[in-house]
């Protein structure tokens, strides 16, 4: 008991010795896991009006009832055309009075920014794989420190194996996000406000108003410089 005390004092004091005491800049660090959902269908779109209004409704009960009105973007995209409609349908349905015009009315701002970051970003799930063991006998492991978990009943475990690894979405963590803010305000202060941020697919980036630039065509005309007499 001692010996493996002193090794892990003896340990400790090595990594403190090889750790910067001072640094130029911060050090880049991961945040703690979190998810983001990733948005791949119409019905998605809805599934988030949903949970936005329901965030909204709850701060204008604060407030004495008045009727609301979707100040809808003049050129909306896809995406912000369908907000604006599946937020008035979710307010219309819980009973709240949707003016089709501003004039006494709060107003609900919708703000959408579409981001790209690298792509090719690490995608990090569950540790451990699915190996077969036997005719019919498959072995899920998953590393949860400090326990180790061992799943192995035939189609059990792979039905554990998919259950895992279906709430991740499939292919690379995409490039494109956009952040979704909804304000219920009047002309002298905000009454409610959400923002919220999601991934999308990268091959959906028009829907959201990212419009990539067309790559320049090769020239097929050169230029050569004549020099002495003719």
């Given at each position: 008991?001692?010996?493996?005390t002193?090794?892990?004092?003896?340990?400790?004091?090595?990594?403190?010795?090889?750790?910067?005491?001072?640094?130029?800049t911060?050090?880049?660090?991961?945040?703690?896991?979190?998810?983001?959902?990733?948005?791949?269908?119409?019905?998605?779109?809805?599934?988030?009006?949903?949970?936005?209004?329901?965030?909204?409704?709850?701060?204008l009960?604060?407030?004495?009832?008045?009727?609301?009105?979707?100040?809808?973007?003049?050129?909306?995209?896809?995406?912000?055309?369908?907000?604006?409609?599946?937020?008035?349908?979710?307010?219309?349905?819980?009973?709240?009075?949707?003016?089709?015009?501003?004039?006494?009315?709060?107003?609900?701002?919708?703000?959408?920014q579409?981001?790209?970051?690298?792509?090719?970003?690490?995608?990090?799930?569950?540790?451990?794989?699915?190996?077969?063991?036997?005719?019919?006998?498959?072995?899920?492991?998953?590393?949860?420190?400090?326990?180790?978990?061992n799943?192995?009943?035939?189609?059990?475990?792979?039905?554990?194996?998919?259950?895992?690894?279906?709430?991740?979405?499939?292919?690379?963590?995409?490039?494109?996000?956009i952040?979704?803010?909804?304000?219920?305000?009047?002309?002298?202060?905000?009454?409610?406000?959400?923002?919220?941020?999601?991934?999308?697919?990268?091959?959906?980036?028009?829907?959201?108003?990212?419009?990539?630039?067309?790559?320049?065509?090769?020239?097929?005309?050169?230029?050569?410089?004549?020099?002495?007499?003719?």
């Amino acid at each position: 008991m001692a010996l493996k005390t002193a090794m892990a004092l003896a340990a400790g004091i090595l990594l403190a010795g090889c750790a910067a005491r001072y640094t130029p800049t911060p050090l880049a660090a991961n945040f703690p896991t979190t998810k983001q959902a990733k948005l791949q269908a119409a019905y998605h779109w809805g599934v988030i009006s949903d949970n936005i209004e329901k965030g909204v409704a709850a701060e204008l009960k604060k407030s004495p009832p008045r009727p609301v009105f979707i100040n809808e973007p003049k050129d909306p995209t896809p995406f912000q055309r369908a907000l604006a409609t599946q937020l008035t349908t979710s307010l219309v349905n819980d009973g709240y009075v949707v003016s089709r015009s501003p004039a006494g009315s709060l107003k609900v701002d919708m703000d959408v920014q579409a981001v790209s970051f690298s792509a090719n970003r690490p995608q990090y799930r569950y540790h451990g794989e699915r190996a077969i063991l036997g005719a019919g006998v498959w072995l899920l492991s998953e590393i949860e420190a400090p326990a180790l978990l061992n799943i192995a009943a035939g189609a059990g475990a792979w039905d554990a194996y998919d259950w895992f690894n279906a709430q991740f979405a499939p292919g690379a963590t995409p490039k494109t996000e956009i952040i979704v803010t909804v304000s219920v305000s009047d002309q002298y202060r905000y009454l409610a406000r959400s923002t919220s941020a999601y991934y999308v697919a990268d091959t959906d980036r028009v829907l959201y108003g990212i419009v990539d630039p067309k790559p320049e065509e090769p020239k097929l005309t050169r230029t050569f410089q004549v020099r002495g007499d003719m």
